[in-house]
């Protein structure tokens, strides 16, 4: 009886469908799960370490990081190895607005934003007219002064010897955060950014940059301002870069210099390329894999403790393995596995229920 | 106009465009957003609809005779129950063949038979339980009052029904009326914005006409360009018509694509003028835009080799050629908000139509590597179309394709021609498409003009066969 109005029922307006086809989806569920283990953390004794909600607040901020740098390389064509250099910066500049202004932290991003974009409108305007190694270089060259003028003794850097005592940020000018709660601000910081990369990819400009990385003659023809998406391309990747650093400082508390390397630069760049460029869940996969996977996986496995540099050996073998199967990066392998997956499904049913008549 | 773009011009070419750009956009706006409130209501109403029938199941039960009753739900019941038993039949099938390979067929035979048995057995006794749930003997006859009582549930359901549609289609109206009125109100103020831009930009260049004939839409004058030491055009003097299918030929390395190159910018030429008479019937000097700005003027133009996007599918990649049209700042782009969602849906509703006027309609969804190329010829003609072209540019565009593709791409050329009032000017090596296809024909040779004349007339011109074959004749 009850199943006579189920069939007068639109299939598509089925709730269950209707959510997980919503591209955001997979992202609320990973949100989640993330709360659960911050929220483990902070009530129970023992299940969750500190290690690992740090080695997750380090690998959410990388991801930021590399959302940015993921526009640029899969979505223009570009590439920098000045990650490191601009996320100093806006450490700097963060931890600066936090230390003596100690502002709410919305202004602080507001802040930083704004002096990326300076930044990333001269970056832009610097590797105007190089491709490929030359802007490489170009972009190495300028993180490196920028590195370089950290490290000259000055009260806003603090010199070589790092920067500290920066407070915890605070949230609409009363609610103070500690460091479990600047896990959730991280959190969230994480999630209006990857639907912020979402939304552009999906509109004119995203498919104006990838007009412009593949075929520059016919986005000229239609309208499309090589220059200017240029630009545009290197400000959106300063601008994650650099609230990435502030995210950063807030968590940490304060900055060395010497953690902007090119070593980081390079970090960041494998993580993109090795979760595929220009896929937003290739690159949380990826910067799991070069910055989360060591502090919050392997550093419990008794093995690994015991071994210090195996875990290093570890991801340098994972990541060859996954770069030669897989040159198209880990998207690819989930791609693959979804694929892999619904073939067995139909394998089966073929073999238990015949070919379909 | 002046040798260079006074800034106060670009000035006012760019206030002028962009009320164009924002009239094209409410060209479409209004029937777009008629679009989404239908889809709204009909949801809306299908939701309202299975509400409705669901609370009147109860009342049509007690008010239908039990022998109707009970005989309806019984055959619905088993129904189901067979539905059921589908899948379940597919696999002792299919297990009785793989078994019969391996145990032979009378031993699977007997596995088969007896599980489709117990099968049937569940029928009957499935059957048997429904007999003793809606019994068809010894029926009685539901009251007056619950006939009545679901009689009038039925009324208030369609009237309630009925209420909503209409209050629906007032709002509906209302709306649309609104919006109309909002687009007619923008509209004016645009049109008045166009006109002032408009004519300053006339006063402006009050000597071009002189000029340039008044039916002539492309005037290229005295062009050279030159590659270091390589004169690819030389002297070059050209006139296209309005609205006339103009062909360049030549033999290898004549100088055409250079020719393209130097009227859409991508080179810039040596010396001489190329006078475009633009959207608005204004003569423009083309060397004085620059490459991306010339789309804006109304020529759109093809590659030789397809240029298309591989990463986004045949619809983005039309879209990507309405990109002047979108007046979203990047605010909007990361927001999405709701004046990006009206320009998207705006462009989706004119991609569809161009890829329908195309035959490409079912191609929409698909990544375009893979097709096949005759389609992708087509799909980058209608990435052109997107662009609201006055003249296109076609380099080559039976490059690469067989016959009965090239007969369809005449067919598009001289539609496209028709139905969007363009001028086409086009690069071809195949002769049958130039001389089925083309109004007038230029032949060039190492950068200079041989003939301009009907294709027919071309055909016998000495000069030109001499160009092609002059050295067969030699020999």
Same mark, same amino acid.
């Given at each position: 009886m009850k199943n006579y109005y189920k069939d007068l029922r639109d299939k598509a307006a089925n709730p269950i469908i209707k959510y997980t086809r919503n591209p955001l989806f997979g992202y609320v569920i990973l949100a989640l799960v993330l709360v659960v283990i911050q929220l483990l953390f902070m009530f129970t004794d023992g299940i969750i370490s500190l290690t690992i909600s740090k080695a997750i607040v380090q690998t959410m901020i990388y991801t930021i990081v590399c959302l940015g740098l993921s526009i640029l390389i899969g979505r223009a064509g570009l590439t920098s190895l000045g990650t490191a250099g601009f996320m100093g910066l806006g450490a700097y500049i963060a931890g600066n607005i936090l230390k003596f202004a100690n502002l709410p932290f919305i202004f602080v991003v507001i802040g930083t934003a704004a002096a990326a974009v300076i930044l990333g409108v001269v970056v832009g305007f610097i590797s105007l007219r190089v491709q490929g190694r030359a802007l490489l270089i170009i972009t190495l060259a300028l993180s490196e002064i920028l590195i370089e003028l950290f490290k000259t003794p000055n009260e806003f850097t603090g010199g070589a010897s790092g920067f500290t005592g920066v407070p915890f940020p605070k949230l609409m000018m009363f609610i103070q955060l500690n460091r479990e709660t600047t896990y959730f601000l991280v959190l969230v910081a994480l999630f209006i950014m990857i639907v912020l990369t979402l939304n552009i990819i999906k509109s004119p400009t995203g498919r104006a940059m990838l007009t412009m990385a593949s075929s520059p003659p016919a986005a000229q023809a239609m309208g499309i301002n090589l220059l200017k998406y240029r630009i545009l391309a290197f400000v959106i990747a300063t601008v994650y870069a650099m609230i990435g650093g502030a995210l950063y400082v807030a968590y940490v508390q304060g900055a060395s210099p010497y953690s902007w390397t090119l070593l980081l630069s390079l970090n960041v760049l494998v993580a993109v390329v090795l979760g595929g460029v220009g896929s937003i869940p290739g690159v949380i996969m990826g910067s799991f894999v070069i910055f989360g996977l060591d502090l919050a996986v392997l550093k419990n496995i008794a093995f690994f403790q015991k071994y210090t540099s195996a875990s290093v050996i570890f991801s340098g073998l994972l990541i060859i393995i996954i770069i030669i199967k897989y040159p198209g990066g880990l998207a690819r392998l989930l791609r693959d596995i979804n694929v892999g997956v619904k073939k067995l499904y139909v394998k089966w049913r073929v073999y238990r229920y015949g070919q379909e008549a | 106009?002046?040798?260079?773009?006074?800034?106060?011009?670009?000035?006012?070419?760019?206030?002028?465009?962009?009320?164009?750009? %924002?009239?094209?956009?409410?060209?479409?706006?209004?029937?777009?957003?008629?679009?989404?409130?239908?889809?709204? #209501?009909?949801?809306?109403?299908? %939701?309202?609809?299975?509400?409705?029938? %669901?609370?009147?199941?109860?009342?049509?039960?007690?008010? $239908?005779?039990?022998?109707?009753?009970?005989?309806?739900?019984?055959?619905? /019941?088993? +129904?189901?129950?067979?539905?059921?038993?589908?899948?379940?039949?597919?696999?002792?099938?299919? #297990?009785?063949?793989?078994?019969?390979?391996?145990?032979?067929?009378?031993?699977?035979?007997?596995?088969?038979?007896?599980?489709?048995?117990?099968?049937?057995?569940?029928?009957?006794?499935?059957?048997?339980?429904?007999? *003793?749930?809606?019994?068809?003997?010894?029926?009685?006859?539901?009251?007056?009052? +619950?006939?009545?009582?679901?009689? %009038? /549930?039925?009324?208030?359901?369609?009237?309630?029904?009925?209420?909503?549609?209409?209050? @629906?289609?007032?709002?509906?109206?209302?709306?649309?009326? *609104?919006?109309?009125?909002?687009?007619?109100?923008?509209?004016?103020?645009?049109?008045?914005?166009?006109?002032?831009?408009?004519?300053?930009?006339?006063?402006?260049?009050?000597?071009?006409?002189?000029?340039?004939?008044? =039916?002539?839409?492309?005037?290229?004058?005295?062009?050279?360009?030159?590659?270091?030491?390589?004169?690819?055009?030389?002297?070059?003097?050209?006139?296209?018509?309005?609205?006339?299918?103009?062909?360049?030929?030549?033999?290898?390395?004549?100088?055409?694509?250079?020719?393209?190159?130097?009227?859409?910018?991508?080179?810039?030429?040596?010396?001489?003028?190329?006078?475009?008479?633009?959207?608005?019937?204004?003569?423009?000097?083309?060397?004085?835009?620059?490459?991306?700005?010339?789309?804006? +003027?109304?020529? *759109?133009?093809?590659?030789?080799?397809?240029?298309?996007?591989?990463?986004?599918?045949?619809?983005?990649?039309?879209?990507?050629?309405?990109?002047?049209?979108?007046?979203?700042?990047?605010?909007? !782009?990361?927001?999405?908000? @709701?004046?990006?969602? =009206?320009?998207?849906?705006? $462009?989706?509703? !004119?991609?569809?139509?161009?890829?329908?006027?195309?035959?490409?309609?079912?191609?929409?969804?698909?990544?375009?590597?893979?097709?096949?190329?005759?389609?992708?010829?087509?799909?980058?003609?209608?990435r052109t179309l997107m662009t609201r072209p006055r003249m296109i540019i076609l380099d080559e565009p039976a490059a690469g394709l067989n016959d009965k593709e090239t007969e369809d791409l005449a067919d598009i050329i001289k539609k496209i021609r028709d139905e969007y009032a363009c001028t086409i000017f086009l690069v071809e090596h195949d002769m049958n498409l130039v001389m089925s296809v083309c109004d007038r024909v230029c032949a060039i040779s190492f950068g200079k003009r041989l003939a301009v004349d009907t294709p027919e007339k071309i055909q016998e011109n000495r000069l030109v066969q001499e160009a092609y074959l002059g050295e067969v004749e030699e020999a």
């Amino acid at each position: 009886m009850k199943n006579y109005y189920k069939d007068l029922r639109d299939k598509a307006a089925n709730p269950i469908i209707k959510y997980t086809r919503n591209p955001l989806f997979g992202y609320v569920i990973l949100a989640l799960v993330l709360v659960v283990i911050q929220l483990l953390f902070m009530f129970t004794d023992g299940i969750i370490s500190l290690t690992i909600s740090k080695a997750i607040v380090q690998t959410m901020i990388y991801t930021i990081v590399c959302l940015g740098l993921s526009i640029l390389i899969g979505r223009a064509g570009l590439t920098s190895l000045g990650t490191a250099g601009f996320m100093g910066l806006g450490a700097y500049i963060a931890g600066n607005i936090l230390k003596f202004a100690n502002l709410p932290f919305i202004f602080v991003v507001i802040g930083t934003a704004a002096a990326a974009v300076i930044l990333g409108v001269v970056v832009g305007f610097i590797s105007l007219r190089v491709q490929g190694r030359a802007l490489l270089i170009i972009t190495l060259a300028l993180s490196e002064i920028l590195i370089e003028l950290f490290k000259t003794p000055n009260e806003f850097t603090g010199g070589a010897s790092g920067f500290t005592g920066v407070p915890f940020p605070k949230l609409m000018m009363f609610i103070q955060l500690n460091r479990e709660t600047t896990y959730f601000l991280v959190l969230v910081a994480l999630f209006i950014m990857i639907v912020l990369t979402l939304n552009i990819i999906k509109s004119p400009t995203g498919r104006a940059m990838l007009t412009m990385a593949s075929s520059p003659p016919a986005a000229q023809a239609m309208g499309i301002n090589l220059l200017k998406y240029r630009i545009l391309a290197f400000v959106i990747a300063t601008v994650y870069a650099m609230i990435g650093g502030a995210l950063y400082v807030a968590y940490v508390q304060g900055a060395s210099p010497y953690s902007w390397t090119l070593l980081l630069s390079l970090n960041v760049l494998v993580a993109v390329v090795l979760g595929g460029v220009g896929s937003i869940p290739g690159v949380i996969m990826g910067s799991f894999v070069i910055f989360g996977l060591d502090l919050a996986v392997l550093k419990n496995i008794a093995f690994f403790q015991k071994y210090t540099s195996a875990s290093v050996i570890f991801s340098g073998l994972l990541i060859i393995i996954i770069i030669i199967k897989y040159p198209g990066g880990l998207a690819r392998l989930l791609r693959d596995i979804n694929v892999g997956v619904k073939k067995l499904y139909v394998k089966w049913r073929v073999y238990r229920y015949g070919q379909e008549a | 106009m002046g040798r260079k773009l006074k800034f106060i011009t670009r000035f006012w070419i760019r206030k002028r465009d962009k009320a164009y750009e %924002k009239l094209v956009f409410n060209e479409k706006y209004a029937s777009v957003i008629e679009a989404q409130i239908d889809a709204a #209501t009909e949801k809306k109403l299908n %939701k309202l609809q299975y509400k409705a029938k %669901k609370r009147l199941y109860p009342l049509e039960i007690a008010a $239908t005779p039990n022998a109707v009753k009970h005989k309806e739900l019984q055959e619905r /019941a088993m +129904t189901q129950f067979k539905e059921k038993q589908v899948m379940p039949r597919r696999a002792i099938q299919q #297990t009785y063949l793989r078994k019969s390979k391996r145990i032979g067929e009378q031993a699977a035979g007997v596995y088969r038979d007896r599980k489709l048995a117990k099968l049937d057995r569940a029928i009957e006794g499935y059957q048997a339980a429904l007999d *003793a749930k809606y019994p068809m003997e010894n029926t009685t006859e539901p009251t007056r009052e +619950t006939v009545e009582r679901y009689a %009038k /549930a039925q009324r208030e359901e369609d009237a309630a029904l009925a209420a909503f549609s209409r209050e @629906r289609e007032i709002k509906r109206n209302q709306r649309l009326t *609104a919006v109309q009125e909002k687009i007619e109100k923008e509209n004016v103020h645009l049109q008045r914005v166009f006109d002032k831009y408009q004519s300053l930009l006339e006063d402006a260049d009050a000597d071009e006409p002189e000029r340039v004939a008044s =039916d002539v839409i492309l005037n290229i004058r005295d062009m050279h360009m030159q590659f270091e030491g390589v004169k690819a055009v030389d002297g070059l003097t050209l006139d296209v018509k309005k609205g006339e299918i103009f062909g360049l030929i030549g033999p290898n390395g004549a100088g055409k694509t250079t020719l393209f190159n130097c009227i859409t910018q991508f080179h810039r030429p040596t010396a001489g003028k190329v006078y475009y008479r633009d959207r608005f019937d204004n003569v423009v000097n083309m060397t004085e835009y620059s490459v991306h700005d010339v789309v804006k +003027t109304g020529i *759109a133009r093809t590659f030789q080799n397809v240029e298309l996007v591989w990463y986004l599918t045949v619809l983005e990649n039309l879209m990507v050629g309405a990109h002047t049209f979108f007046a979203s700042n990047l605010f909007d !782009q990361f927001v999405h908000t @709701r004046r990006l969602k =009206d320009e998207e849906e705006v $462009t989706k509703a !004119q991609a569809l139509e161009v890829l329908e006027q195309l035959g490409l309609l079912e191609y929409k969804d698909v990544w375009p590597g893979g097709l096949p190329y005759g389609i992708l010829k087509r799909i980058e003609l209608a990435r052109t179309l997107m662009t609201r072209p006055r003249m296109i540019i076609l380099d080559e565009p039976a490059a690469g394709l067989n016959d009965k593709e090239t007969e369809d791409l005449a067919d598009i050329i001289k539609k496209i021609r028709d139905e969007y009032a363009c001028t086409i000017f086009l690069v071809e090596h195949d002769m049958n498409l130039v001389m089925s296809v083309c109004d007038r024909v230029c032949a060039i040779s190492f950068g200079k003009r041989l003939a301009v004349d009907t294709p027919e007339k071309i055909q016998e011109n000495r000069l030109v066969q001499e160009a092609y074959l002059g050295e067969v004749e030699e020999a």
